[in-house]
């Protein structure tokens, strides 16, 4: 770690390690309830545990990008961050608000609107919260002595994620018209600008952990913006096919949808092209392990399982089904969710000057979770193509169809527990680190000594 303030960080990863396990609790909650075993309803009925479920997802990755950019931007900028108690406060009001709005859910308290559940009142104090967020990384950039081209990617995303949730906030009574809109957010979030904020921290990952110049790193990165805003902004057409939208969208969002891939392709090989470049072995096993698995499991969960379903033809059938759950987990957890443990995994040893970098828990960590994560998947694929076939091609009632897809709940029930024992290593491991440490500022150079072999 270079400077005092990049400690900030600590806090929002710990809130993320913390709604993570919430999360994953609320997952088995809803789980269990599909195989019939809902003796928690009168207390959290389905919906409220989705809404949940979905947020805390939502709250605690954007607490991991919080934290990512509190550690980045001043390393990457060379300078201080502008101010500590302004971070501090923003922080404790993000965890008031995420509480509100969990313990809302539970008493009815939201809005229906999938994704984007929280009330409006709350929505103004998380705008709130996200300005002061962003006022505190510019002003340190605007200070700082260095403008890299990753800072200002990362940062350029985390500006246009902020800007893109106006549009989930304004009032519409049709229904189309506000569907029309919540895509903004939810679309043009995961599939256009989060993908410069994963971009932004994969490029200062590699660059630490490969060697490879700079140069090379951020030339990539350009093309991978391109890439992303040429297929995802029209690509957004995917989810107006059947919404009462104009027909044309059925060409437009077919055609840029399908093109969306390449952005994810272009992230793997980016990555894996830099690592096998990078001629430098940094300790930090561990960090290198999920960056490669987030440039890798994105690429299979957004970019694959996401071709899987987005062409007209085949949406017909599967859209609103248990397939888009597959492919919901494995895009979100290859991508987002992998990306924010990658980042912790590379700064908790910087931070806390303990040399937790390739012990054999953080190890079973990362292949108990992915392999628990694909496993998870698998079951949503069985169930959602049975569920498309009873449903809509034999035309089953819903609810029947649902009885019969029972066995597979079961399968994901024993898949998540391998997803969530590797999940609780992941946590301890992270608890084995302790807090950060002044004493620890200074030890970058010294990791950058270990690599020059
Ligand atoms: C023990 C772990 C987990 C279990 C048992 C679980 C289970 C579930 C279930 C049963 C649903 C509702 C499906 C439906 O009826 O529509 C759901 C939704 C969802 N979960 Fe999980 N989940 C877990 C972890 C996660 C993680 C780690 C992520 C993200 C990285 C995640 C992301 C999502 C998303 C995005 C949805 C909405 C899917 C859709 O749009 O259809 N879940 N989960
Ligand atoms: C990391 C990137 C991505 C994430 C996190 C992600 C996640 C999700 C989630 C959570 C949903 C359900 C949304 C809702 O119903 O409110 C969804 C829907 C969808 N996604 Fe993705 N996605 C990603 C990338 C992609 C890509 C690249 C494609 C296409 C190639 C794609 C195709 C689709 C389609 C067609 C739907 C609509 C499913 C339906 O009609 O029910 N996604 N995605
Ligand atoms: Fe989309």
Redesign the pocket.
Known sequence: MKYKSQKIAYYFFALSMLLLSLQIIYGFIMAFAHMGYDGLHQWIPFNAATATH?NLLVVWIISGFMGAAYFIIPDESDHELWSVPLALIQFYSLAIVGVVAIIGFHVGWFEGR??LEIPRPLDYLVALNVIVFLINILVTLYKGKKHSTTAWVLTSGLIFAALLYLPGMVWFDNHTVDSFF?WWV??LW??GV??LI?GGILSYLLIKLTGVDREVIEKWLYVIVGLTFLS?IL?TG??Y?YIGTPKYWLLVGGIF??M??L??LGMTLFAIQMYRKGNKKHPNKLALHWTLSTAIV?FL???L???A??LPGV?LY????L???M??HL??W???ASLVLAIISYSMPLMTGRKILDNAMGHFAFWLSNIGMIGMVAAFAAAGVAQVYMERIMGVDFMKAQLELAPHFFVLILAATVFATGITLYIINFLKFGVPVDEAIGQGEEFAALQTN
Do not use: D, Q
């Open positions: 979905k999938k994704f919540r939810v679309h995961v599939e989060w993908e994963m995802g690509g995917h989810h096919y949808s399908a969306e891939p952005a994810f994105s969960g957004a970019g399982l996401g071709l379903h987005t949406n599967t859209h609103g089904t397939v888009t759950a492919h919901g895009a979100f290859g991508a987002y």
